[in-house]
């Protein structure tokens, strides 16, 4: 079992930068792919950002390539999101997830472990 807890969110000026963090209680999750996703009110969770076991392999929705980068910190059990460029179609409550594969995937029915998620606002 593994809980996720994310932070970094907040109210943003568009073209600001947020750094979201996810913090797993695992002690090692290396061997645990790890993705982003967000959702927006009225609308189904979407896939943002997938990140390997070992970080070699990442993936991004075409909405954020090139503006957000996925990244870990296995030693400190931690995943990053750095967050570039917003926009306030960028606003939504971003959710941590974590499968035990080491294989990333953009597909959520394949996550086992959610967190509670953070809420990214991001102003005109």
């Known amino acids: 079992q593994v809980q996720l807890v994310e932070s970094g969110g907040g109210l943003v000026q568009a073209g600001g930068s947020l750094r979201l963090s996810c913090a797993a209680s695992r002690r090692t999750i290396s061997s645990y792919a790890m993705g982003w996703f967000r959702q927006a009110p009225g609308k189904e969770r979407e896939f943002v950002a997938a990140?390997?076991?070992?970080?070699?392999?990442?993936y991004y929705a075409d909405s954020v390539k090139g503006r957000f980068t996925i990244s870990r910190d296995n030693a400190k059990n931690t995943v990053y999101l750095q967050m570039n460029s917003l926009k306030p179609e960028d606003t939504a409550v971003y959710y941590c997830?974590?499968?035990?594969?080491?294989?990333?995937?953009?597909?959520?029915?394949?996550?086992?472990?959610w967190g509670q998620g953070t809420q990214v606002t991001v102003s005109s």
């Open positions: 990140i390997s076991g070992s970080g070699i392999t990442t």
């Open positions: 997830a974590g499968r035990h594969i080491t294989i990333a995937t953009k597909e959520i029915p394949n996550y086992n472990y």
